[in-house]
């Protein structure tokens, strides 16, 4: 995840955010950045640059600035929620769960006009360990993951999906 989408998403998270509590004089902002952005210790960046990118995001319409420039505000627009929910496209479920012997399979019928949310179906479920069948039908051996869900309801999908779990297995005899 890019950081202009990381910060977008965790302004979303606490509503609102100012500049200045996370960059105090003696510049503390590392630690504190790095574990609310969740980035690893080698990853350095500066006010300035964080600057520039709030305002590159208020120019797109994502954020909207209140009150003065020095104790400026951030709050995240309908335009940034938006952008966020269409970004999660990209960004399938990651949390794998141990295959547990079940067979599951999903089937979707998601309408050619959602084709970026059948992209991204399609993304989470190979990232899960599932493989396809056909096109709109897949086959896996382990549960799906909690978010998996949350992101359809997100995604308004869950009317499209049907899920299939086969405990018992057994063969078809020729007569």
């Known amino acids: 995840m890019?950081?202009?989408?990381?910060?977008?998403?965790?302004i979303s998270e606490f509503g609102e955010v100012m500049l200045d509590s996370f960059f105090p004089a003696k510049y503390p902002e590392a630690r504190l950045w790095r574990n609310l952005l969740?980035?690893?210790?080698?990853?350095?960046?500066?006010?300035?640059?964080?600057?520039?990118?709030?305002?590159r995001l208020k120019k797109e319409g994502?954020?909207?600035?209140?009150?003065?420039?020095r104790k400026a505000v951030w709050r995240i627009t309908q335009k940034g929620l938006k952008y966020i929910k269409e970004e999660?496209?990209?960004?399938?479920?990651?949390i794998k769960s141990a295959a547990d012997g079940i067979t599951r399979i999903?089937?979707?019928?998601?309408?050619?006009k959602e084709r970026k949310k059948r992209r991204w179906i399609r993304e989470a479920l190979l990232e899960l360990d599932f493989r396809p069948l056909q096109k709109s039908v897949w086959?896996?051996?382990?549960?799906?993951?909690?978010d998996f869900f949350e992101d359809l309801d997100l995604l308004s999908l869950r009317r499209h999906i049907h899920l299939f779990s086969i405990?018992?297995?057994g063969?078809?005899?020729?007569p």
Do not use: C, N, V, W
């Not at 969740?38 to 305002?55: E, Q």
């Not at 999660?88 to 990651?94: G, N, T």
């Open 62 to 69: 994502f954020i909207e600035r209140t009150d003065s420039k």
């Open 171 to 174: 063969t078809i005899d020729a």
């Open 139 to 146: 086959i896996g051996m382990s549960p799906l993951p909690e």
């Open 106 to 112: 999903i089937a979707f019928d998601i309408p050619e």
């Open 167 to 169: 405990d018992k297995k």
């Open 88 to 94: 999660k496209l990209r960004e399938p479920a990651k």
């Open 38 to 55: 969740g980035t690893g210790r080698s990853y350095t960046f500066s006010k300035p640059t964080f600057s520039t990118i709030l305002s």
């Open 2 to 10: 890019k950081l202009h989408q990381l910060i977008l998403l965790k």
